[in-house]
């Protein structure tokens, strides 16, 4: 289980024989996905799951950046699924971004679609994840987008590089548990635990085989790719006797950040520098939440072993890492906080600093009257519990807003998510009744072509206030401010970072604060905006945004596939 090498796929031979046999197509890549329950044995228990290729975490898909992928995905599992590439702009193509009922309707079991992921501008980490229920618990990998043909990493190249993916453990049918908390309108069960690469290690208790091991060589620098592909909590991540520099965020270089721990939440990934430079021993690689609520959460550490290759024998004491406490919102924010874009002469970026298009959107986990006519709800005061953005809790359409977009097919959405909350109140201030009651409707954002966006996430003191990670599809988007309490029109922008703001597609909104981000309106389509924490996106807490097409037939929309599933 020691790190491999570059290039060399260790039990994704069949993914890239079909890979190898077609090198008159170089800039092409094909991989098959074929989604089947699993038993796995390695976890404590023996669980089916549904995973790809047997694999957990699924197969890693490897790019030159600007390259191109088809993935066959064949569903033999018992459910319908969609996937989604993380973090992959997908240039005039949402037709294979994936969110369920959004851009398509799920691949039924038996059937198979093949979706065309188009590599654009991205460089670095990105990760794959079924979108449609909960199945990215299980159905989840990396994405690695290597430099240009040619090109090399803006930083001394690595001894080896590898991936390490973050990922929730339940020792339960995940569709279920959703499927039953939803129905109770309930906060759902915590996950029982947390994986690195697929093992939970030493902190639980498991049989001691239960363990990712990282094998270095002393002295040798390491690139370990890191995802966080966890289902409701962000995490804090750090490396026993170790201090390491963080040099990438969701694909897009930033300015190295020597730390000695992170903080990572749903959705992110960060690219590490590793140096094997310490007295050669085992030391634990570990993670554990950062959060910062009244809500339950899974409270558990996650271990993997970082392992000198010389030496023979395992010392019976392995020192664990100092991660900050599960509240320290202060290390939270001081990591975070030293996050800017690389923004070199190689690696540009390109900051709106006109905006054309203000839209400020308030953030809140609130409450809904209960529907059972027979019982109460789980959610406080035996309500059902809800999530909104603009205080509209979104309620996913039967038939994919793309299609009905594309088509014209009138009453399944509407065009009128507003730019402004419905009514300006103190939303980080102690009054956590105003928005406790949402607006529940399928209400898109319309946005033209070419417009230069800042769009404003607002946190509100209602409910459960906590962190919350917002992921825009189809973009990555410059985070140039953040704070805690209200926005403030005149004096928030004063704050604004227009120099190296970084540049990703999932950022924390700090409880009872604000996080400003900006993006051109360049990528026509239609593309989901949500929380990363899967039961905010559960309960509601997204919406859609469409960017109009362009003047010409090259800033439109392309054609639909021939054999996209299509919501009947
Ligand atoms: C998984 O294991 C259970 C019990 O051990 C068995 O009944 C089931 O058939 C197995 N499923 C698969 C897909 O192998
Ligand atoms: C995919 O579906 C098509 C029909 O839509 C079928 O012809 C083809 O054999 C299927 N491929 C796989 C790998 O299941
Ligand atoms: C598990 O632990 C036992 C004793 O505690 C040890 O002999 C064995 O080598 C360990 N196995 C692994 C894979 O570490
Ligand atoms: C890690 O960095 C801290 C300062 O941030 C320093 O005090 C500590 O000695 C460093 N640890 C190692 C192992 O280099
Ligand atoms: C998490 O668990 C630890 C014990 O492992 C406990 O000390 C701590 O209070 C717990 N934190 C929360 C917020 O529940
Ligand atoms: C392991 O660590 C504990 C506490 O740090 C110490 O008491 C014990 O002697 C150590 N055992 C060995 C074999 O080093
Ligand atoms: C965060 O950074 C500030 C300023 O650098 C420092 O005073 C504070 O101690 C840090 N907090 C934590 C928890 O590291
Ligand atoms: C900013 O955008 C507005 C609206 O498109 C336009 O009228 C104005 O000229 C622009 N200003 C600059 C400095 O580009
Ligand atoms: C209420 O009715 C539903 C079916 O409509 C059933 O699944 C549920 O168990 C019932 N709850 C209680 C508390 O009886
Ligand atoms: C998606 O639409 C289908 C009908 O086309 C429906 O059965 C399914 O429940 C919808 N999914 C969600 C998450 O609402
Ligand atoms: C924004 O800040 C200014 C200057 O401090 C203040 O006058 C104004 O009332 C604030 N606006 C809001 C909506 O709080
Ligand atoms: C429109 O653009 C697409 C690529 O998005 C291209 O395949 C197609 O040929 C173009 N059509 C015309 C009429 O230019
Ligand atoms: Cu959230």
């Known amino acids: 289980m020691g790190l491999r090498k570059k290039g060399s796929m260790l039990g994704l031979l069949t993914i890239f024989l079909l890979d190898g046999l077609l090198p008159s197509m170089a800039y092409i890549h094909y991989y098959r996905f074929s989604l089947k329950e699993t038993n796995f044995t390695r976890l404590c228990f023996t669980k089916p799951m549904l995973t790809v290729n047997r694999l957990f975490p699924g197969p890693t898909i490897r790019v030159f950046k600007g390259e191109k992928a088809f993935v066959n995905v064949r569903n033999d599992g018992k459910y319908g699924v969609t996937i989604h590439w ?50 990215r ?50 906060d759902p069960e915590p996950s029982d635990g947390f994986t690195i690469n697929g093992w939970p290690g030493a902190l639980y208790n498991c049989p001691n085989e239960t363990i990712y091991r990282l094998r270095v060589v002393y002295g040798k ?25 963080v040099v990438a965020q969701d694909g897009a270089y930033i300015k190295p950040i020597p730390t000695s721990y992170i903080m990572i939440t749903p959705g992110q990934t960060m690219d590490i520098l590793l140096t094997a430079n310490q007295t050669p021993s085992y030391y634990y690689i570990a993670a554990r939440p950062f959060f910062d609520s009244g809500a339950p959460f899974d409270n558990t550490t996650t271990t993997a072993i970082l392992q000198y290759g010389n030496v023979i024998a395992a010392p019976t004491n392995i020192t664990l890492p100092t991660l900050p406490i599960q509240t320290d919102h202060d290390s939270a924010d001081n990591f975070t906080s030293k996050i800017k874009a690389l923004a070199s002469k190689e690696h540009p970026i390109s900051v709106p600093k006109n905006v054309t298009r203000h839209v400020l959107i308030t953030v809140s986990v609130n409450q809904l009257p209960c529907e059972l006519t027979n019982g109460t709800c789980g959610g406080p005061n035996g309500n059902r519990i809800s999530a909104s953005l603009n205080n509209i809790s979104f309620a996913t359409p039967t038939t994919d807003i793309l299609q009905a977009y594309y088509r014209s097919l009138p009453n399944v959405f509407d065009n009128d998510f507003s730019d402004q909350p419905p009514l300006f109140f103190n939303f980080s ?70 120099i190296d703001p970084p540049e990703v597609n999932t950022i924390g909104v700090p409880k009872n604060g604000w996080t400003a981000i900006r993006f051109v309106a360049n990528n026509p389509g239609v593309w989901f905006m949500h929380c990363h924490l899967e039961r905010h996106a559960s309960w509601g807490m997204d919406t859609v945004i469409v960017v109009k097409n362009g003047p010409s037939n090259g800033t439109s929309i392309r054609q639909p596939p021939s054999n996209l599933p299509i919501c009947v």
């Open 86 to 135: 993380h973090g992959v702009k997908q240039p005039l193509n949402p037709w294979s971004d994936g969110p369920e009922n959004i851009t398509q309707c799920p691949i039924q079991p038996g059937q198979n679609f093949t979706y065309e992921v188009i590599f654009s501008d991205e460089e670095g980490t990105l990760w794959w994840h079924a979108h449609s229920d909960w199945s």
């Open 429 to 498: 201030g102690v009054d956590s009744s105003t928005f406790l009651l949402p607006e529940v409707g399928t209400k898109v954002l319309f946005i033209e072509y070419g417009a230069s966006v800042e769009i404003v996430y607002q946190g509100t003191n209602v409910g459960n206030p906590e962190n919350h990670p917002m992921h825009l599809h189809g973009y990555s988007f410059y985070v140039v401010g953040s704070a805690y309490g209200n926005w403030n029109a005149t004096t928030s922008p004063a704050i604004y970072n227009l």
């Open 137 to 186: 618990a299980t159905v989840h990998g990396p994405i690695v987008v290597l430099p240009g043909r040619g090109k090399a990493y803006p930083f001394p190249r690595p001894y080896l590089e590898t991936t390490l993916v973050l990922a929730s453990w339940f020792n339960t049918d995940v569709k279920e548990l959703i499927d039953n908390a939803m129905a109770i309108g309930g």
């Open 221 to 245: 620098t390491y690139l370990l790719r890191l995802v966080n592909a966890i289902m409701n909590e962000e995490m804090f991540f750090a490396i026993a006797g170790h201090n390491f520099t």
